[in-house]
């Protein structure tokens, strides 16, 4: 028997009408083969050990939802908030008074926006399927997304930090059950809407050395091989041009260099991957990232977690790896000045807040915070305010 928690209030002008034509109904166990009402099996399961809720309830797939297995860990996630979605619109409201139903239809559309974006917490911690209320990343769960995004970020973070790893029955934070009530959810849709994380696996990134030599602080390698003729300007590694890992990385006097030797500012980067979407949302034993080559990713692996290789030995390396995002196959139709302001997407197991690094683990952190980017964020700083004098302007790529 799930306990009652509460939710958030926040005033919204639209009701959701998205998906409202196919239905769930009542509970049924699943089976490892198609159930007499014909639910496919491989795909219930997966949404079973995603969210144990599934079991004590019938799916219809309708005509726009795949119902063979699905491999990938961002696309299992994204099809479980479309069910999930799909069955709350077509939920009966008329128990909630005309506020209630305002609330719900707001969080419907800003779960169906988390949902689009495909940007979910990473499961860093332990084997198999998890709960992660907020990774060590920033990024929230479907419910704590919801919390925040509907002004009560406050109460997301004391929630992360009392059940960071707990199922939705098991939270007792003060102020949830609250939010629940004003939500216009009941507890149960709750506890239906929030995913397992499966454990993150390993990953190694590998740049060609004169890059890897700029992310990590020295460009002299690229300088001389720009100077003896073994790199061109135009040259791309990853789809991305000389121009835009220097504005990445904060180092002026290379942009500077480059600009005197004719680089066009203006140059976009293109997806480094032929099919950038699977390095997105698969793990892979090695993704490498060539010059005048697409990426390449090899193989699954399926043992240890986060991403390694030289660039993620330093937070330096980690924080401009993190913004090239090669290990998502890139960002095409982005400019240098989008990579000198471009904000880090977690790629790897460590990342920064507030300046300070955090590893995965549940110590304290110490109460003296050093922030190891400083000079690097003013060298960015630099960097984007140069491009912007010489009428640089970013562009208006989607950048996800």
Avoid at 64 to 69: E, L, M
Avoid at 185 to 192: Q, Y
Avoid at 369 to 375: C, N, T
């Amino acid at each position: 028997m799930l306990l009652r928690r509460p939710l958030l209030r926040f005033i919204s002008t639209t009701f959701l009408a998205l998906f409202a034509t196919s239905g769930f109904s009542s509970a049924q166990s699943p089976s490892e083969s198609d159930s007499p009402t014909g639910r496919p099996a491989t795909l219930f399961n997966q949404l079973c050990e995603l969210n144990e809720n599934w079991r004590e309830r019938e799916i219809s797939f309708g005509d726009t939802i795949s119902t063979a297995k699905v491999d990938d860990e961002v696309r299992l996630i994204q099809t479980h908030l479309r069910l999930v979605h799909r069955q709350l619109s077509d939920a009966s409201v008329d128990h909630l008074d005309d506020s209630l139903r305002i609330r719900r239809a707001a969080l419907l559309d800003t779960l169906y926006a988390y949902m689009e974006e495909g940007q979910f917490p990473q499961n860093v911690f332990v084997s198999g399927r998890r709960p992660v209320f907020i990774d060590p990343w920033g990024v929230h769960c479907a419910v704590g997304h919801l919390i925040a995004a509907s002004g009560h970020p406050r109460l997301a973070k004391r929630i992360n930090d009392e059940h960071q790893l707990c199922y939705l029955r098991d939270i007792t934070t003060a102020g949830l059950e609250n939010w629940q009530q004003r939500s216009g959810f009941s507890f149960e849709e709750l506890a239906l809407i929030q995913p397992s994380y499966h454990f993150r696996l390993r990953t190694r990134l590998n740049y060609p050395e004169d890059i890897e030599s700029l992310i990590l602080g020295d460009s002299s390698k690229l300088i001389a091989a720009l100077e003896n003729g073994e790199r061109d300007l135009d040259d791309r590694c990853g789809g991305k041009t000389i121009l835009h890992f220097a504005a990445a990385a904060g180092d002026l006097k290379l942009v500077k260099l480059l600009f005197e030797k004719g680089a066009n500012l203006n140059a976009l980067s293109r997806s480094g991957l032929e099919h950038a979407d699977t390095a997105t949302k698969q793990m892979y034993r090695q993704i490498k990232v060539q010059w005048g080559h697409p990426t390449t990713a090899i193989g699954p692996n399926n043992t240890g977690y986060g991403v390694t290789g030289a660039v993620f030995n330093s937070v330096h390396g980690r924080f401009i790896a993190d913004v090239l995002s090669d290990v998502r196959g890139g960002v095409a139709g982005l400019n240098a000045l989008d990579y000198a302001m471009r904000a880090p997407v977690p790629s790897g197991l460590h990342y920064r807040t507030n300046g300070s690094v955090i590893g995965v683990g549940f110590g304290k952190h110490p109460s003296q915070r050093v922030d190891p980017l400083k000079d690097l964020k003013q060298n960015r700083a630099a960097v984007a305010a140069w491009l912007q004098s010489q009428g640089l302007t970013k562009t208006k790529a989607v950048d996800h």
